[in-house]
């Protein structure tokens, strides 16, 4: 199969999974949004497809049993990794939504999950492993630019400068302060302690970009316009309330879809 008929296949299943969302859960995405995610699904396939072929396990289960938090809480950790297998090693691969710069220069909490799902596939599945990788899967500013201005070349050259493989080494010696970590988190939420971080604390730039906390991570956060601290947050920069005010409209009312689309949601709505 050509690498433009799987190219068409995947528009075929995106749209077939879209549907069966919306007629499973009433999920209704608007163009923007379902065009983006189109386009990252698309982009992902170009840039890792030589990956993306070799995978031999996709979606491995990674379950770590009968844990406890310093509180006495029992808890258990599970992940979803893929795996590479061939002749010369094994690389397990955790795919991130996140983007690659923020990966970078938060490395140690990736290295942490990364290093359980590492223990299970070594220590309790008896597993060969030679190499452990975050994956990207966020499309850089310079590809969505390339994607929107469309000028010829510039999508190839954004597409090779991105490096959505991060390579972690494995610490396994780090294990036990790792999972003593993840418990006191569960009991964290367990407690109720969702406190998000101060108004102050989302004005700090974030490690590897000149971006504000507030500004780089919250704007992603479908909680923010029911966070106090981001509602802090933005009121005192610079266009205040009435730039809250508009993007608060703008996710609210966006567009969700044609006519045809709406009157579908009606209906299904209607009859839920
Ligand atoms: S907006 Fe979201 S990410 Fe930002 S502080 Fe609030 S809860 Fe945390």
Redesign the pocket.
């Known amino acids: 199969m050509t690498d433009q008929e799987i190219e068409t296949l995947l528009h075929q299943f995106f749209d077939d999974n879209l549907e069966t969302l919306k007629l499973e859960g009433n999920h209704v995405l608007t163009v923007a949004v379902r065009e983006s995610a189109r386009q990252q699904v698309l982009m992902y396939w170009r840039k890792l497809n030589g990956i993306a072929k070799q995978v031999t396990d996709t979606e491995v289960k990674l379950t770590l049993p009968a844990q406890q938090s310093p509180e006495g809480r029992p808890f258990a950790i599970e992940g979803v990794v893929d795996i590479v297998q061939n002749t010369e090693q094994t690389t397990m691969y955790d795919l991130k939504t996140h983007d690659e710069v923020s990966i970078r220069s938060n490395l140690e909490s990736y290295e942490a999950q990364l290093n359980v799902y590492a223990y299970i596939w070594q220590h309790l599945r008896g597993e060969k492993l030679d190499r452990t990788a975050i994956i990207s899967t966020d499309l850089p500013e310079a590809v969505q630019r390339a994607l929107r201005e469309q000028r010829e070349g510039q999508l190839d050259y954004a597409l090779a400068k991105w490096q959505p493989i991060i390579e972690i080494p494995c610490k396994p010696d780090q294990i036990e302060q790792t999972l003593h970590k993840f418990g006191e988190i569960v009991d964290q939420i367990e407690g109720g302690n969702f406190a998000?971080?101060s108004a102050d604390q989302?004005q700090n730039v974030v490690p590897g970009t000149r971006s504000a906390?507030?500004r780089y991570?919250?704007r992603n956060?479908d909680?923010?316009f029911s966070?106090s601290?981001?509602r802090q947050y933005i009121r005192r920069s610079s266009r205040g309330g009435s730039k809250f005010e508009a993007e608060f409209r703008q996710y609210v009312l966006q567009d969700y879809g044609d006519d045809e689309a709406r009157l579908n949601r009606r209906l299904l709505e209607g009859e839920n």
Do not use: I
């Open positions: 998000p971080p989302l906390f507030g991570v919250c956060c909680a923010r966070c601290s981001y």
